[in-house]
């Protein structure tokens, strides 16, 4: 007997992998990002981090049970950085979330501190600039002994967060921004320290330089947390929308609901599904819901972003953060807490902000290195100059004032070697900016997934936003995405056992024992057990037309193929020619017939057949959505190739495509559900096209997973909105067109901000280190590089903040 190893008999089953959200603080650049995410993917079980630097979050896949957060949390605030971790509310009304609002509101009070700071600092600073200008007025600002004391002040106040934060990150290996301004400001101080001790070196005293790069930072990092803050506004607006109280009807009575009933007011994550709430005019609605009693009109903009309010009657949909505007009404709860679809967006919205695009894989490998590079970088320009640049460019001069010429009048005791080596070493240290790094990608991320959340376009994160702007084909499903989804029921063909047609359209059909009818209730019975939109059409045209719906049992769904119940005893089968073929249903010449004459018009064709019999055909007719013409134009239009996947017939297919322009080459029809996915792949194989495919049901999860984007109708099945990468909160297939807009232009963001900050750092430094002071006189000071390495950062999320114009057209 042959043993058989244990692999191939019982495979290891796939672990299944949890997520743990840790707010992470004290990061201040794509350093810090960088050695977050080392410290994390150290511990045994983690399986991958992501860091955002914008939004403080840290987000790590482990195996479920493999990883404690709190210890995650202790680890990386032993190694300086303050983490909390993210967790479930452990009592109703109780939230471990620090309020958005007031911690942006306390930021920005510490900003302001460090602005007034800033101001003052650069002011006294920039007179010890301007020689003898006031000194006349206030002899004290001409007194060495004062720019000193100003110097020692700014180091031991302001500047010492910066020193502490840099001397923590050097002794836990992982040195960051901190740590070059620190070194340079401290280095700077010291120098001018020693000269002001020891006059006979001959050195000159440069202490306004470590004020103004202490000034320009702080002031950088004033302007940057303002722009930060707009930058998540959209977010924070988002969370304002969670409701916070609700209005609980403890024995709802629908008799007496309109006279005023009685209730009672509770935390809105109390409330379970099914329980009855009453919403007045002006309330939000608390929980997904159900209208049960009343008549109002409620806002959905923040869900759909349309400003126009909807008419809302028994039986209608609420959701949560709606506004209520005009009537008192009474819901029942179908979504509570995080279940609701408010809760939802605002969980795709965070975790989309977090999700890196690929192009900023190159930045953060950069930036892990980034110190060390530049460290390295100072001490041989230290070097350079110190051993060689000065001797052979023996009259060069660098003095305190910013950018300068070099002069060539200086008296040499401002001419040491040291002093000069010493300068550039310094200004190169400080010019470095490791932070536009970090921000480039997330800035433009939050702002650009903010903007999509209040337009109704949920895109899920930077990797997304980068495939959509590779894509060159759209394929899109027909039936409730080109079309509405709502089709009717329009002709019903009957045949006997000599497979001849004596049937009529059923809009001609008013006898009431006419075989159509028979075979309208039979049908109406098997859909009973199935959702889709034939099988509503089916029921409604049963309902229309008043006919008792006889039941079925035995169920069973063929996705894309058709359904097959037990009727008064006899199986009924419905489906497409595949299903009754499948089934071993013969199928006359007259009803291909007349299945084909259906299709030509545009119609899907149900079969249905009888024991083994085929009964008789159903046509049903989807209308195209309104919008559908003109999506498709306009991504033509773009450059787009637009093709039609559909498990229908040919015939309709080609009808619907015919209609919007589609080109009859770019229509595969007649495809199951199980092979759409077969194809987006053969697709993406065989012409290397880089494919988005646009869906609503359960049947296109496989493809939408399967495209480098997937694009869900909000309207569509669960599992389809999961499975894809855009969600269109509106249902309006012109938002495709949106959403691709939205998604070129936050990349291109992406890539203006990575190009500056790549650009910035291979100017700035060698300016810094003196490549132009031999032929052109021209070197940046340290306060100079301090000034350009604070506009850095501003500049890119400045940069990042335009994408809000794209939010007014």
Avoid at 369 to 375: A, M, S, V
Wanted: glycine residues 10%.
């Amino acid at each position: 007997m042959q043993l058989v190893p244990k692999t191939q008999l019982d495979p290891e089953p796939t672990p299944t992998l949890e997520k743990i959200i840790l707010d992470v603080g004290g990061m201040k650049c794509a350093g810090c990002v960088k050695a977050v995410e080392r410290q994390l993917t150290q511990n045994s079980g983690v399986k991958s981090a992501c860091v955002n630097l914008a939004t403080e979050v840290a987000v790590v896949e482990s195996e479920v049970g493999a990883v404690d957060p709190d210890i995650l949390a202790q680890r990386l605030t032993a190694a300086g950085f303050p983490t909390q971790p993210r967790k479930a509310r452990d009592k109703p009304g109780e939230s471990t979330r620090e309020d958005p609002a007031a911690r942006q509101h306390q930021q920005m009070q510490e900003a302001f501190r460090q602005l007034i700071i800033a101001g003052v600092l650069l002011f006294f600073s920039g007179i010890g600039h301007f020689g003898n200008i006031g000194g006349s007025i206030f002899p004290l600002l001409n007194n060495i002994w004062f720019h000193f004391g100003l110097a020692t002040i700014a180091l031991l106040i302001p500047g010492r967060p910066i020193l502490v934060d840099g001397w923590l990150g050097w002794r836990r290996h992982a040195p960051n921004m901190n740590t070059l301004v620190g070194l340079g400001t401290l280095t700077a101080y010291t120098a001018s320290v020693v000269a002001l001790l020891f006059p006979q070196m001959g050195w000159e005293c440069f202490f306004d330089e470590p004020v103004m790069m202490l000034g320009f930072i702080l002031l950088g990092r004033t302007l940057e947390q303002q722009a930060r803050g707009k930058a998540a506004a959209a977010f924070r607006q988002l969370l304002a929308l969670q409701p916070q109280v609700a209005r609980l009807i403890a024995n709802p009575d629908p008799e007496k609901l309109g006279m005023g009933a009685n209730t009672v007011e509770i935390p809105a994550e109390q409330v379970k599904v099914g329980e009855w709430l009453q919403v007045l005019p002006g309330d939000k609605i608390p929980v997904d819901g159900e209208v049960r009693f009343g008549q109002t009109t409620v806002d959905e903009s923040m869900l759909t972003g349309e400003a126009v309010p909807v008419i809302k009657q028994p039986g209608d949909i609420l959701t949560a953060g709606t506004i209520n505007q005009s009537g008192a009404i009474a819901l029942q709860a179908t979504r509570t807490g995080n279940d609701t679809t408010l809760a939802h967006i605002v969980a795709l919205v965070e975790a989309a902000q977090t999700r890196k695009a690929p192009i900023q894989k190159l930045a953060d490998t950069v930036a892990g290195y980034f110190t060390y590079g530049i460290l390295t970088a100072s001490v041989l320009t230290f070097i350079f100059w110190y051993f060689f640049g000065t001797n052979i460019w023996t009259d060069i001069n660098i003095s305190s004032g910013g950018m300068e010429m070099m002069n060539h009048a200086a008296h040499t005791t401002n001419n040491s070697p040291l002093l000069v080596s010493l300068k550039l070493a310094i200004a190169v240290m400080v010019v470095a900016c490791p932070c536009a790094l970090g921000l480039a990608t997330p800035t433009a991320i939050i702002v650009g997934t903010g903007i999509g959340a209040e337009r109704g376009l949920l895109i899920k994160g930077g990797d997304v936003l980068e495939k959509v702007h590779q894509l060159d084909t759209i394929v899109f499903d027909k039936t409730g995405t080109l079309t509405t989804g709502h089709p009717v029921v329009t002709d019903c063909v009957v045949f006997d056992e000599l497979g001849k047609n004596r049937g009529a359209e059923v809009q001609r059909t008013e006898e009431k024992n006419l075989t159509p009818h028979s075979l309208i209730q039979l049908a109406a019975a098997v859909e009973s057990g199935t959702h889709h939109p034939l099988a509503k059409a089916i029921q409604q045209a049963a309902q229309k037309q008043q006919l008792s719906i006889p039941e079925a049992t035995d169920f069973h769904t063929e996705p894309g193929m058709g359904v097959s119940a037990v009727v008064d005893g006899q199986t009924v089968l419905l489906g497409n020619w595949d299903w009754l073929k499948w089934h071993g249903i013969n199928l006359s010449e007259t009803a291909q017939q007349e299945a084909q004459k259906l299709a030509t018009q545009g119609k899907t064709v149900v079969g249905v057949a009888v024991g083994e019999t085929l009964a008789g055909l159903i046509g049903v007719q989807d209308t195209t959505r309104p919008d559908a013409q003109t999506t498709v134009d306009k991504l033509r239009q773009m450059g787009l190739r637009v093709m039609l996947l559909s498990g229908d017939r040919p015939e309709a297919a080609h009808a619907i495509a015919q209609e919007l322009g589609i080109n009859s080459t770019d229509v595969i029809a007649g495809v199951p559900p199980a092979k759409k996915a077969a194809f987006i792949q053969e697709l993406q194989a065989k012409s290397a096209a880089k494919v988005a495919m646009v869906g609503d049901g359960i049947n296109d999860a496989p493809a939408l997973s399967q495209a480098d984007v997937g694009i869900a109708l909000h309207s569509g099945t669960d599992v389809a909105m999961e499975t894809a990468q855009i969600v269109l909160m509106r249902d309006r297939i012109s938002d495709v067109v949106e959403s691709i807009h939205l998604s070129r232009a936050t990349f291109n963001k992406i890539r203006q901000n990575l190009f500056w900050a790549f650009a910035y750092n291979t100017v700035g430094i060698p300016l810094a280190a003196g490549v132009l002071l031999p032929n052109w006189g021209f070197v940046l000071s340290p306060s100079g590089a301090a000034a350009l390495m604070a506009f850095s950062s501003v500049s890119v999320v400045t940069n990042s903040l335009l994408l809000r114009r794209l939010a007014h057209r």
